[in-house]
């Protein structure tokens, strides 16, 4: 039903930037929060970022601030994460998710994209 798809990742120098893409669809995000997540090998899966779908409100992992960007796009129901000045540490597969403005816990995810920042 509901399916959300990342791409953008890759391979990246040490300062360098990429842009990843959530293709979502199977329903309208109108009243949801999208979100980024990722994860590093060992690792838990950690918050980066998320946009509510209405307003646009913002919000970012200390990490990150500063660095990355949530967007979205009504139109196209994609969701975006332009990451800049990425470090090794941003190495992680990245996922897309989302989640109704009434609960706290998120209900989609994506089968995440991978990233990788050398140094």
């Known amino acids: 039903q509901v399916h959300m798809v990342e791409s953008g990742g890759g391979l990246v120098q040490a300062g360098g930037s990429l842009r990843l893409s959530c293709a979502a669809s199977g329903r309208t995000f109108s009243g949801y929060v999208m979100g980024w997540f990722r994860q590093a090998p060992g690792k838990e899966r950690e918050f980066v970022t998320s946009?509510?779908?209405?307003?646009?409100?913002?919000n970012y992992a200390d990490s990150v601030k500063g660095r990355f960007t949530i967007s979205r796009d009504s139109a196209k129901n994609t969701v975006y994460l332009q990451m800049n000045s990425l470090k090794p540490e941003d190495t992680a597969v990245y996922y897309c998710a989302a989640r109704a403005l009434t609960v706290t816990k998120y209900s989609y995810w994506g089968q995440g994209t991978q990233v990788t920042v050398s140094s």
């Open positions: 946009i509510t779908w209405n307003a646009g409100t913002t």
